[in-house]
């Protein structure tokens, strides 16, 4: 029988015809003495029904022992734990502390590459769920990313109007402009408001420029979103709009984007995110 070759099954089996021995001697010892032994010694002077009790003297060792539990129960309770604890749950988080001090640490100035790798890990689990793991967006479930952050999207924007932020100024109504005019100030917007400083129609931006008042009533002069009233549109299409979207959160046709400033991503994850996501539209 091969179980018979593991030393661990032996043991335990050993162990357990060990228990079975003593269980019988022991149940054996006291059914004789139960049926053998007379009674003795002096009995107290209650009496219920017939039965009596002797009186007999607290065992030291018991007596003994209760005191202990006792006296440990207090050191345990005040000294030992919780005031001056270890849990395992402590353990964790020190562990947490620690790994999150030596990523902060490591990935303190990432180069692009390290961001774009950072930030495809972080799409794949946070984002693709509803965006879909190309970010297309899934038929129209989520926004398709990869039609987002340039200048085409910023005319449909103008075109379709944009809601679902919560922004003190509310919703940004559609059809503000024409086509041939969206497309006009949104060269102007990525030439000369963004950070991208570049347009795929430098002929535009004069006349893109002009029709700019439009768009500054509620973004203001230099697009920066009057403190916080709309969005900061000289960082939109570079990471930091994305780091923004997360911080504000959206409705839309599935639901609610979840505002991803709890923690669940740190300042350099979510910089890595929107360099992927820009990245996903060029
Ligand atoms: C629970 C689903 C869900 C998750 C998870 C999610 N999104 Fe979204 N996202 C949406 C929805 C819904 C919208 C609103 C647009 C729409 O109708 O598709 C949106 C819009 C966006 C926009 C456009 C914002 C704008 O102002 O137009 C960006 C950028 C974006 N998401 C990036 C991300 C990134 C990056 C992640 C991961 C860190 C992420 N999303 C995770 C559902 C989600
Ligand atoms: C009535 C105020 C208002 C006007 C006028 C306005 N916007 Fe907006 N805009 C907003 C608000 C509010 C949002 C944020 C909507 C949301 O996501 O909840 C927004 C969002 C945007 C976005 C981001 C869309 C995205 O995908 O996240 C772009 C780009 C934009 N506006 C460009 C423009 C341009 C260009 C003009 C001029 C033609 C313009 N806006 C005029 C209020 C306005």
């Given at each position: 029988?091969?179980?018979?070759?593991?030393?661990?099954?032996?043991?335990?089996?050993?162990?357990?015809?060990?228990?079975?021995?003593?269980?019988?001697?022991?149940?054996?010892?006291?059914?004789?003495?139960?049926?053998?032994?007379?009674?003795?010694?002096?009995?107290?002077?209650?009496?219920?029904?017939?039965?009596?009790?002797?009186?007999?003297?607290?065992?030291?060792?018991?007596?003994l022992?209760?005191?202990?539990?006792?006296?440990?129960?207090?050191?345990?309770?005040?000294?030992?734990?919780?005031?001056?604890?270890?849990?395992?749950?402590?353990?964790?988080?020190?562990?947490?502390?620690?790994?999150?001090?030596?990523?902060?640490?490591?990935?303190?100035?990432?180069?692009?590459?390290?961001?774009?790798?950072?930030?495809?890990?972080?799409?794949?689990?946070q984002?693709?769920?509803?965006?879909?793991?190309?970010?297309?967006?899934?038929?129209?479930?989520?926004?398709?990313?990869?039609?987002?952050?340039?200048?085409?999207?910023?005319?449909?924007?103008?075109?379709?109007?944009?809601?679902?932020?919560d922004?003190?100024?509310?919703?940004?109504?559609?059809g503000?402009?024409?086509?041939?005019?969206?497309?006009?100030?949104?060269?102007?917007?990525?030439?000369?408001?963004?950070?991208?400083?570049?347009?795929?129609?430098?002929?535009?931006?004069?006349?893109?420029?002009?029709?700019?008042?439009?768009?500054?009533?509620?973004h203001?002069?230099?697009?920066?979103?009057?403190?916080?009233?709309?969005?900061?549109?000289?960082?939109?299409?570079?990471?930091?709009?994305?780091?923004?979207?997360?911080?504000?959160?959206?409705?839309?046709?599935?639901?609610?984007?979840?505002?991803?400033?709890?923690?669940?991503?740190?300042?350099?994850?979510?910089l890595?995110?929107?360099?992927?996501?820009?990245?996903?539209?060029?």
């Amino acid at each position: 029988m091969n179980w018979l070759n593991d030393n661990v099954n032996v043991l335990a089996l050993m162990g357990a015809a060990a228990i079975l021995i003593l269980t019988i001697f022991v149940v054996g010892k006291y059914m004789r003495q139960m049926q053998n032994d007379k009674s003795s010694g002096e009995l107290t002077k209650d009496n219920w029904d017939g039965i009596g009790e002797y009186k007999n003297p607290l065992p030291i060792g018991w007596a003994l022992s209760f005191l202990g539990t006792i006296i440990w129960g207090l050191w345990y309770f005040l000294v030992g734990y919780p005031l001056n604890s270890y849990s395992q749950i402590g353990e964790y988080n020190e562990e947490v502390k620690s790994y999150n001090t030596h990523f902060e640490s490591k990935f303190s100035n990432p180069d692009k590459t390290t961001l774009m790798g950072m930030g495809e890990g972080v799409f794949l689990v946070q984002c693709a769920p509803c965006h879909g793991v190309t970010g297309d967006g899934m038929n129209g479930k989520a926004l398709n990313l990869s039609k987002w952050g340039n200048e085409d999207a910023v005319v449909a924007t103008i075109l379709n109007g944009a809601k679902g932020s919560d922004y003190p100024l509310g919703e940004m109504p559609a059809g503000l402009l024409d086509a041939e005019s969206a497309k006009a100030v949104a060269a102007f917007m990525f030439k000369e408001i963004s950070e991208v400083k570049n347009t795929k129609h430098p002929e535009l931006i004069e006349s893109g420029r002009a029709l700019w008042a439009t768009c500054a009533a509620c973004h203001g002069d230099d697009g920066k979103g009057m403190a916080g009233s709309s969005p900061d549109l000289s960082t939109y299409g570079a990471s930091k709009f994305v780091v923004n979207v997360l911080g504000m959160g959206k409705k839309g046709m599935i639901g609610n984007m979840p505002k991803f400033n709890d923690g669940r991503l740190t300042n350099v994850q979510k910089l890595a995110v929107g360099t992927y996501v820009n990245s996903l539209s060029k």
